[in-house]
């Protein structure tokens, strides 16, 4: 057999051992000055939510339960730090959290950056708020499409008081010319709603809503093969929020809704977006007060390894 | 979009604040005086469970967790609040606790005042035992049909010293007349016995048993089909017992049993309910201080609320 | 034996039976109706904390655990319940949390009018930057005295972008003559700095600062006597931050600091404030993800009567 | 240095290994046969508690944790398995948990076999109830004197339909005979009251009531030793409670009071207990669902080793 | 309806009495003297983990949890216990933990006398690493087959020093000629890997690897009919990791990996096993430590009884 | 106000942000390039334990919650990172984590680097085996004074097989020459033990043992007032077991012992250490799997700040 173990790469050492980078790959503050290919980012705020808090605590323990991740995705071979360079560049994080508009206008600033860099950012929440200001930040040269994976549409408005809560960011985002509805997907929907008109945006709008029932009734497959072709070519954008897979699977989270998605759909879905021209992604809204064993940062770890796997085209080196 | 928010609804206010009543419905404990269609009725009483303890604990977390449930189910466009008036008329609670068949008869006493008014009831737990004396409560016109969901046929007999536990109401509701055995389907049934005859009244009297291995061949939708088709037009009874869920669904409870149901089949089978003409429900076995995350008592709030929806025939307005 | 038990009371019914208010006190939103000499108030926010959020948990369960509170004080006899009229007079909730100001300002004219109607608030937080609003609601006529149990002296400045975090209400409450700093005293301070001159405002205003080592050397006695005697016979407010209690006492905070008071030092401490003209006061920083067992919730809730017992005096009818 | 392993004494295996009996001691079922000196007896029955049930499992975990005691006390030098045959004698379970007043009768006749066969009881509740049947069982020949420490008196009277529940026993044992309340002392007590005579009859019977602000007044020294003199060379038994400790130490049970014992009290208190002529003893209301990290079962398991080096009067061998 | 409680049997007692055997059943440490057809034998040992320890707590936990098995499989009608003697034979507990290899040779010795006793062994591990010992011990006639449901191959080489860790033994013992590759079907495999070639020797050697997802794809029943022919009718061993299952099936274990087995898939493969001439199996890595309510113990415990009743070929007396 | 905030220094930013280094300082693992005054090591190792494990997460889940500690001690004033340069340099980790000897071997090689780069090590475990590498690389000019708080003397002798396990390291610590025993203290022993000679070694040696109820009568300062006249002005390690504390205290550790030390009296103790010649020091055998809140964790980081203020002599710059 081969002798694969390289003690010098933190990757192969101890997994309890070290800083908890994001899967043990280097940390490069200092980004601008040798940008890796894709960067890993936290952004440690959950300003936007609106019932229970603690996304800001994601992005440490996300680091700390993806030690547990290694190089190869067994599934389709894919290895992602073998097929682009992926560094750990950092938190996104605020410096005025009491004001919403303000903390999001710091964290657009740190993506610009980053897209400045030529850098493919794979993000960390956080709550689903701030995938706003990274949108803001990347879709600078036009809209993007979106497979959007959660259980709420997110294409709220208005609630208490605020226009920019996690609730909402998709809305605005379609307003602001960020995301071309005709190329958004969203999976995974369900739960109770305050009104019928809810999420009568997404509808409208022209967004391809898949709740779960549908998920359960065609299968995995069959809906992310219609999500791929709809995006079809176009740069696109991935936002995976935590609380799309059933609490069982996800109970480290704010506004968990009963009967969602396994991690095996998860995962299957994900995987087959590396078809897709991924210009970023983000895996949001774990909040490890409410995590029981770790399981909640380990699944989100894991969707980020897969995000990774896609984002490289699933390309084995 | 239509602006939804109503601030004197204390339902539509951040989920955080204010009383826990069941879907922050007005708490009406004097029911009598203005009697609502259906009643949110806790029994905070456990006094008849064999193994673990708890489900005394149930209504108050339940409650709590119920919260986050929204107005209107958008799987079916249900909207059990607008179809009917529903409010938390408090607890059946019980003043001798150390009794258990002194304990059935305050319990039944509070239903009949509850069934004297008008009120269908729709109960969460205490443990398997408080449905005996909601039914000799409800069931004074004939016996009625009864869908039950649940790990655990509780049609047992004597054991550890009496028949009223929580793992016989059902055997003897039949010999009181209360249900009609040809008209009762019993889905999710599993793990061990102590005896091949353990559940044998089940069997003997008629009654449908659809073991988990059936659910998982057949899949849920053809089992409640035939299960729907079974009680007909009768009047029915649901009684969902959260341990029919698998324990990674529903940890919190006091017999566990592996291999059980996902959110999603009890969903789905809940929802086709609203075919029948139920005349009362109930949720039960919830233990709180066996909970991980607050997931079971969340399912159980879920499971509630798709319950209304089925006793309002699925109805949106 | 005297027969106590009247289950009309909620009090004396089954700990774990009924809806959770504050010590099972009747629930009186209308307030204004019909106002009680003490209200009993939940502040379900915590928009100011600068590290782990959760406070706007707090109410619901600090008066979930509320329910093993009875109605008289063993230690000394006092009976509030029958020494004053007391009710749960509800949340003063926000409608506009994602902005501290706002949130301030809605907390504020809750207060205003729990002041108007002439009851004497109790409450219970939520973070600590809520007692700002509560004294700009009840030192209308003059600045107070306090005594202010706490890790932290939260006399900082501007952090985070903002003045009014909850570590800076008390600079701001004395800068707007709201608290009359001679009058003022500080006990369980302790922990780290981010510089010397951190609290200085604290020594520099005048409070008299009595640091968790001082409070040791001399006992707890010594030194809320000497602070009564600060306080004298200005109408005072009392402030109780959960976190002036060792984390082994109180793990469910949000900035804990190692050690600190134990529970039998605080409700001493407290005790001895029935001498004092108490107008109002807060138990505040009780964050649930964080608490284990339910014990940094009871420790509150019992906070919460012993106040109860000094706002009246420890009079025991 | 002495070779003191011996591996074929499953008290010096590794700590995790084997059964878990008490103090990894030999499990004798049939005591009959050949008594021990003092015989290890679990009660797992909590059909008396009022409030959050758990009890039930106090033996099988405080076994589990006793794993971790050794054989010598290293602040006295007391070797109590040296001192006297100690065996574990398994568990007095109830057939007919259902039925308070029978279930006691089943306890009371394990008990009076014990005595029967002049073995000295130390029992692992359980709830306080249990220590009803055992004074019955083993106080026929007249009344003992008893060091009780405890946060409640446990002298109440009918509660919730019942004479015989967890907060009642002392005054039934008084009432029939079993205790000489004027060498009886009540060590611990605080917390609050339903009303002010609600211990009435500790003082009127003339126990020796000690709350917890004597203890911390005096000091545990002072009160153990008046404690010792009053119960003197009376035949006697010791019940600790462990919600005589404070929360932080035992948040694993159905009734903590704020402000209790530390364990250093608690254990230099029953220390000073080898003077006395003991003739049972017990340690009741572990609740492990309640536990936090195993530690209260580890006190309760640290308890009873004290209480057993209390009863062998201490001695080294 | 039949009596069937014979309170003689402790597995008819409420299930929280009692030592914590494994399923209730008789412990017997001399098994040479009497030996059962199966012997039931923990092995508390993980001092071969390469991440996250803990197993040497599990065999503890999984007897207690037991405690919840009664005695008739109802999916099948098995009744192991009256197909065969089975007994708790207790812990092949180590002396010398801190050296892997003297260790596993202590293990060796225990099921040495196991087998020369006749006994077939049903092991609660501890780590993986400990199949190896055990396949010493029971193959010395000639190569077994195997049915190894896992998350992992374990047919790693060096890693960390060692060739002997919980990541190997399957190499090691296809070198030995314990197992014949060709009769080697590993299912459930998933997650990352180091390096491609991490498990090449599994498919290098003959083993027929089935990933998770092609248990997806084919369905369970499919895969393990397939298993079953492929193993046929040599002799075989069984070793069931626990992470095989999903973390929300099973949190408490060393090397989670997402999208795992549920529970039902798990049971059914293993009822399917009853065909084969199973000469020994295993159930590993729990690890209490990290488990959430107890579910990793109580699913590892059903797994034992699922082994137990295709040990016994499925009959049901 | 002075301002004091510093965004480009990470310990002024929210404590929830970047990587988790000790007190967010530095991280240097080339520490021989510009080595530090004190280097902050981790050593996440737990080969040696003799019961639960888990010390090898210790260094991860310690430096995660250091970041709730600032830069001034408020109790001294003491601030150690200006008195002296101080960094982050990274784990001692160990390739061959099966052999004890081997392990330790490893470590001790890596603090040979430390000790030869001038630097002053603060380590944090690990379990209490460590010690003794440590001292082998940085005590080999001469034997050193010890002032060691902890439950349990740790020098025992063979056990389970081995000389090196973690409770053996200062027996041979002294029959190597590394410590002067007549300078050696000490502090907080209590428990039981399996033979009066247990820890007879100590005792024959001419350490000054101090048993828990020691320091209970005498009181923490007198009793590390002798300590430090023991010591005097040799040069000389400190090692802290956090077991020395209560469970309440420190439930995350793997031999917990009751009746510990309060969090008061550690620091008390700890800040009189500043007038020693401190040439290392370690807190050892925080466990986080067993740990409830973070409470050990922070407790353990709290008095690693209180070990830097004493190496830097509590000097405020």
């Known amino acids: 057999m081969t002798e694969f173990l390289d003690y010098s790469d933190p990757q192969q050492r101890p997994r309890f051992t070290g800083l908890a980078t994001f899967f043990r790959l280097p940390y490069v503050e200092d980004f601008e000055a040798s940008p890796p290919d894709i960067g890993l980012i936290g952004v440690p705020y959950d300003g936007g939510v609106t019932n229970r808090p603690g996304p800001r605590h994601g992005p440490r323990e996300v680091r700390n339960q993806s030690s547990l991740i290694r190089r190869v995705n067994q599934a389709t071979g894919a290895a992602p730090f073998a097929a682009a360079t992926v560094s750990d560049i950092g938190d996104a994080w605020v410096k005025r959290p009491f004001d919403l508009t303000a903390a999001h206008a710091e964290i657009e600033d740190f993506y610009a950056r980053v897209h400045a860099a030529g850098i ?137 809704e009963a009967g969602g998605l396994t991690m095996r759909e998860a995962q299957g879905m994900v995987r087959a977006l590396a078809a897709l021209d991924i210009r970023g992604a983000d895996m949001v809204e774990v909040s490890p007060p409410y995590d029981v064993g770790g399981i909640t940062a380990l699944n989100g770890a894991t969707i980020m390894f897969e995000l990774l796997c896609a984002m490289t085209g699933g390309r084995s080196a």
């Open 120 to 256: 493919r950012p794979l993000t960390c929440g956080g709550d689903h708020s701030v995938t706003l200001p990274i949108l803001r930040a990347i879709a600078k040269d036009g809209p993007l499409g979106m497979i959007h994976i959660d259980a709420h549409c997110d294409t709220g408005d208005d609630y208490l008081g605020s226009r920019f809560h996690h609730g909402a960011p998709f809305k605005i985002a379609v307003d602001e010319g960020l995301l071309d509805p005709a190329k958004v997907v969203q999976i995974g929907i369900r739960g109770t709603l305050f009104a019928p008109e809810m999420w009568a945006f997404s509808y409208a709008s022209g967004m391809r809503v898949m709740k779960i029932e549908e998920v359960e009734e065609r299968g995995w497959r069959a809906c992310i093969e219609e999500a791929v072709g709809i995006v079809g070519s176009a740069p696109a954008y991935v936002s995976f929020d935590i609380d799309s897979l059933d609490p069982a699977f996800a109970p480290g989270t704010g506004t968990p």
